[in-house]
Structures are given as structure tokens and as C-alpha cells.
């Protein structure tokens, strides 16, 4: 009979904590106006960005992360008059679980991994559409998801293949270099001869922060491309559930990710209309929304955060 009982009482916490867990990230009703309570009070003491007449360059990993970090933005520095270019390193072709459902198959390996690549890069410029980007003003460079730390590091020897889409070269065409090998070498070519084309005087860019190593590999080229004062960083995985509550909360602020925390944080803060814009942009990622629509959504918020500096002192 003790047996039954602590079994019962084991399997009572998990199912509790379970509960508790749905209810935390989630938030509906009452939780949600909480997490408003108690995060827009520290949220408004963070100092305020001004966005305006830029040559804003936007370094989006992966097609979503444009909308996700910045849309904001993106609205702010066209209508003060500035211009905005978006350059993505990959086409997003190593999300699994994504192109197993794209091509209804449970081997997503090649072809399918490659139809994905191709339709999230055709869902970017739809986004960048909707926030005013003008297609001559969009790049894509095609490299490897979840690729981007090793040909980082990639120092000579044969081209880094992805396990995914199998290929070790830029396999899309309507990108910079089609044909250009997975290399350290292709990458970074590819990223001077961008700035060279825009000659940013703002870029936003993904901290080493992030939870991401595609992000932290973008975020180190860079720092490393980019001088200081012309660089702001943002984080998408922030980590613990970041940002909560999952789900569509547009008239609650976004606050410093547990990723971040230490780094000078500045809030931008959007306007009703531009938050729609923003939300309208997330929809093209069709593909991301049939899976993650519960994490994408929560980044349509009252305000959008910038840092001066990638990394704690």
C-alpha cells in the first residue's frame, strides 16, 4: 500500500508541475496582465533608441529573424527617411522536422532540406515586402544552417558539407555567389563585398549571447567586420522560455532576455501600426508559423530591445 501511495503522490508532482509549468509559459487571462504589471515598470527605466535617417544593414541568420528582431526597426528608419538592406546568411534549410513535414516524408535529407531552403527564401522577401524593403535591397547568401560556426573556423581542406541538404556549395540561385564553396573563405567575401555595396552606417546583428551558434557565428563576423560604433545587437533564443508568455500579447513590453542580462539594453518602442506591420511580416514565415507560431508571436510586443555591446565587460 506505501508503494501505491508514493507512486501516486510522484506521479501527482509531475502532473503539477507540469500544470504549473503550461500555465507559466503560456499566461492566459489574469497571468498574462501579471507579467505586464510587473515587466513594464522595469522595461520603461531602460533608456530609449532614436532610429532615423540610417543605412541600416540587417544580419538575419535565418529567414524570420529579420521580423523577429527588427521589424520594428526596419518601419522606424524608413519612415524617418533612412534606407534598410537585410542580408541572410542561410536559407534556413536545416530545420528537420520543418522539411520532414514540407515533403511528407520522414527522411528530409536532400531534396526535401532543399525545397525547404528555397520556399523560406521566397517567405523572406514576402516579409521584407510587407515592411516596405525594396527587393533590389535584399541578400541572400545561402550558406549552411547550422553551418555558419564551422566555416566560421574553417581554415582550408575541403568544403564543409551540410548533413542536411548534402551539398558543400551556395546551391541556390537569386543568391550572391550561387556555386561559391562552404567555406570560411566564401563567407566572408561575401559579407565584405556587402558592406562594400551598402556602406552601413547602422547594423543590427545578432549577440554572442544568443542561444543560437548561427547567431553567435554571425554576430562574431560581425564584430569583426563592423567598426563598434556602427553595431547594435539583439538576441532571439534568450533562453528559459524567453520571451514569456508564449502566444500573441502585442500590448505587452519584450524585456531583456536571461541571455542578456548585464548588457546596456535600450528599448525602441512601436507604435500600434507598426506592431501589426510586424505581426504581418512573421505570417509570410508560413513554413516557421505551421510549428513555432507560439514562440514567433511572442516578439510582436510593445517594444523591441537594442544593446551597444554583444558580450558583458
Avoid at 515587466?39 to 524570420?64: A, F, G, K
Wanted: aromatic share 10%.
Amino acid at each position: 500500500m506505501g508503494f501505491v501511495r508514493r507512486r501516486f503522490r510522484k506521479r501527482y508532482i509531475l502532473l503539477t508541475t507540469l500544470l504549473v509549468v503550461f500555465v507559466v509559459i503560456n499566461a492566459p487571462g489574469i497571468f498574462a496582465w501579471g507579467y505586464g504589471l510587473y515587466y513594464r515598470r522595469s522595461v520603461s527605466h531602460l533608456p530609449q533608441i532614436t532610429l532615423l535617417n540610417e543605412r541600416m544593414l540587417v544580419l538575419s541568420p535565418h529567414p524570420d529573424d529579420e521580423s523577429l528582431c527588427c521589424a520594428g526597426a526596419i518601419q522606424q528608419v524608413l519612415r524617418g527617411g533612412g534606407e534598410v538592406w537585410v542580408l541572410w546568411f542561410t536559407n534556413g534549410d536545416g530545420f528537420e522536422w520543418d522539411a520532414s513535414l514540407l515533403a511528407h516524408t520522414l527522411r528530409p535529407q536532400g531534396p526535401a532540406s532543399l525545397e525547404l531552403g528555397r520556399r523560406r527564401m521566397e517567405e523572406a522577401r514576402q516579409a521584407a515586402r510587407r515592411l516596405g524593403i525594396p527587393e533590389g535591397h535584399l541578400f541572400f547568401l545561402g550558406y549552411p544552417d547550422r553551418g555558419l560556426e564551422a566555416l566560421l573556423w574553417h581554415s582550408g581542406g575541403s568544403p564543409y558539407r551540410s548533413r542536411l541538404t548534402g551539398v558543400s556549395y551556395v546551391p541556390y540561385s537569386g543568391t550572391l555567389s550561387p556555386g561559391a564553396p562552404y567555406t570560411g573563405e566564401s563567407l566572408r567575401r561575401d559579407f565584405r563585398r556587402v558592406l562594400e555595396r551598402v556602406r552601413p552606417t547602422l547594423v543590427l546583428a545578432p549577440s554572442l549571447k544568443d542561444a543560437h551558434p548561427d547567431h553567435r557565428a554571425v554576430g562574431l563576423l560581425a564584430q569583426q567586420e563592423v567598426p563598434a560604433d556602427r553595431l547594435r545587437f539583439w538576441i532571439v533564443h534568450g533562453g528559459l522560455e524567453w520571451p514569456l508568455p508564449k502566444g500573441l500579447h502585442p500590448d505587452l513590453p519584450l524585456e531583456p532576455a536571461p541571455r542578456g542580462r548585464g548588457l546596456p539594453w535600450q528599448r525602441l518602442p512601436l507604435s500600434p501600426q507598426e506592431r501589426r506591420a510586424k505581426l504581418e511580416a512573421l505570417r509570410a514565415h508560413a513554413t516557421q508559423m505551421r510549428l513555432l507560431a507560439r514562440f514567433l508571436l511572442a516578439f510582436v510586443r510593445e517594444n523591441e530591445l537594442f544593446s551597444s555591446r554583444s558580450d558583458v565587460d
